[in-house]
């Protein structure tokens, strides 16, 4: 007893598969070859696309390597910035304790402050400091309390000569300023004006009154005393008395 097999042809009518004297099954080597054909082309094919997506893969593993790379980098950006706001964090902190409430009781050894410091007459700066009663710190200077004394003295001043004297400059702003002129004889000198100046170049006269006028200060002498001067260079110009010449010295007090 045989069984027959049957396949569908291309018509949709069964027909029985056939063997060689071989036994082998009878097969249309064109529509073998053509399948396999078929199947090399579309294994060449697969092989085309598995070789494209093993290079996008290659370039993904670049890419995801340049992603880990510069978020390690990242992560030391981060930890460096970290560590300078914290460095700033701290010089704020700092700088806050100095800033103390009003009413806030002091505590030796731990409350903090800014230091006061002053400016020398080098142009340094140097801290005030307290005595030993806690209280400011003041030397006293010799003379501090004098005034200084300008001198210019000029001999044998013929009568009817104007003179100027040496321009003084004035250390203490708008301070009463005083101006003796002492001449040698009886007679007091003629005409007496002060005169001002804010470069020491350019001198102008000052108005008289408001404390400017000179007075009788005895035999031979005129003086004035000002209230204020407000210009840091000061000088005095007169014209000699009649009655031969005059030896006459001018001071300037201030």
């Known amino acids: 007893m045989s069984v027959k097999i049957r396949a569908k042809n291309p018509s949709d009518i069964l027909q ?3 063997c060689d004297a071989s036994g082998h099954l009878l097969v249309n080597s064109a529509t073998l070859e053509a399948t396999l054909t078929a199947i090399e082309t579309d294994a060449a094919a697969l092989e085309v696309l598995q070789t494209s997506t093993n290079t996008k893969l290659d370039t993904l593993e670049t890419t995801l390597t340049a992603i880990e790379t510069d978020a390690a980098a990242l992560e030391v950006l981060q930890t460096a910035g ?5 460095d700033i964090k701290t010089a704020v902190e700092i700088i806050d304790d100095v ?6 009781s002091y505590s030796g050894g ?7 410091l002053a400016k020398d007459n080098s142009g340094n700066l140097k801290p005030i ?3 030993g009663s806690n209280q400011l710190k003041v030397s006293s200077v010799a003379g501090a309390d004098t005034f200084e004394v300008h001198t210019s003295t000029h001999n044998s001043v013929g009568a009817g000569t104007t003179i ?18 002492d001449s040698s004889d009886s007679n007091p000198p003629g005409q007496c004006e002060i005169e001002v100046s804010a470069d020491n170049s350019t ?3 000052l108005s008289a009154g408001g404390g400017f006028n000179f007075v009788s200060g005895g035999t031979g002498k005129i003086a004035s005393l000002n209230a204020a001067i407000p210009f840091p260079y000061v000088r005095i110009k007169m014209t000699a008395a009649s ?8 001071k300037i007090t201030h």
């Open 243 to 250: 009655g031969g010449t005059h030896n006459v010295v001018i």
């Open 164 to 181: 100027t004297s040496s321009a003084e400059t004035l250390t203490k702003r708008n301070c009463q300023v005083g101006f003796i002129i």
């Open 82 to 86: 970290n560590s300078s706001l914290a």
């Open 203 to 205: 001198f102008s006269t």
């Open 110 to 116: 731990s409350t903090k402050g800014a230091m006061l």
């Open 99 to 104: 800033v103390i409430q009003d009413g806030t």
């Open 129 to 131: 400091e307290l005595d």
């Open 16 to 18: 029985t598969l056939e």
